[in-house]
């Protein structure tokens, strides 16, 4: 452009806005990429805000902090703890309060008192029950047997602190009538089962094998059940003194068809050199073949309408 030229200042503003435009876009570009790489480092949701406010809009991904979790500390039984006072306790004397039995006991309930005059010999003692009162407080109950086989009931009164980890006994015991014997129903076990059938007998050499160790246990397994034997075998023989069942199947004269399956439960004698025990086990049978195999050996009493595994 010559010298002598003048250019209007409208014409020459242009290419400076064109050229501040461009570096602002560019600048934008920029941010927009920047944010993009912010959002996929950060997760799903902001990568979803960076999308929708679109390139010329640069949006913070909200921070979102993890809700604090509170668990309130589980109550702990303190029936260990008035077991071990009670043991203590039962095992001091007023005459000797400083043996090692009264120190114990006093530290675990201080400023408790301890019985005056002579003991009887105590046994073993054992927690048989605890009620939590709330505000921390529990009673529990425990039974002291005697060399001469006496049992006496003492309620302890025992107090936790907020965290349920620290106990203290807050009293002396209170001797108390033993609990009553609860109500059993009825056994689902109503259907004899003969002594010379081939369940009768399936269940005497299982158990013979299962206690005695003569023979392998796993020959009267069903397929995929696993089982081992009681090892040392504790005794040298068993006789099958009476098999009650669940199920009607189980009386039949002739096994039934393959996948039928009975529950159980054997009274038998078993012998060792000492003498004689009785025992009872409970046991699930399936067919198969044209023999039963067990299937599963339970623990305690199955309810009607089921088979435990």
Known sequence: ?????????????????????????????RLSRLALFTAIAAGPVALGVTVMSGSATVAAAPTTKPAAVRTAAAAADPAGYAQLFVSAWLRSSADDATSA???LAQS??????LVAGAQARLQSVTAVRSVQRGGGRWAVTVAA??????????????ATDHTGGSFTVTGVPAVVAGPAGAAVATSPYGVAVPSGS???????????????????????LAPGVKLASVSPAPYTAVTVQQVMAVEKAAAAEQVPADGT???????VEARDG?????????????????????????????QDGGVRS
């Open 108 to 113: 675990l309930a201080p400023n408790i008192d």
């Open 261 to 267: 399956t009975v529950r159980v439960r054997a009274a």
């Open 1 to 29: 452009m010559s010298p002598g030229k003048h250019v209007p200042e409208s014409q020459a503003a242009a290419p400076m806005a064109a050229g501040v435009a461009l570096q602002q876009m560019r600048r934008r570009v």
């Open 198 to 220: 081939d369940l009768a007998s399936a269940v005497g050499e299982f158990l013979g094998a299962y206690l005695t160790g003569a023979g392998e246990v796993d020959r009267y």
């Open 101 to 103: 039995q009264a120190r």
């Open 145 to 158: 047997q005697y060399a001469d086989a006496a049992v006496r009931y003492f309620v302890v009164p025992v």
């Open 274 to 302: 000492t003498g004689r025990w009785p025992l009872a086990y409970e046991l699930v049978f399936r067919s198969r073949s044209g023999r039963w195999e067990v299937a599963a050996l339970e623990s305690g009493t199955v």
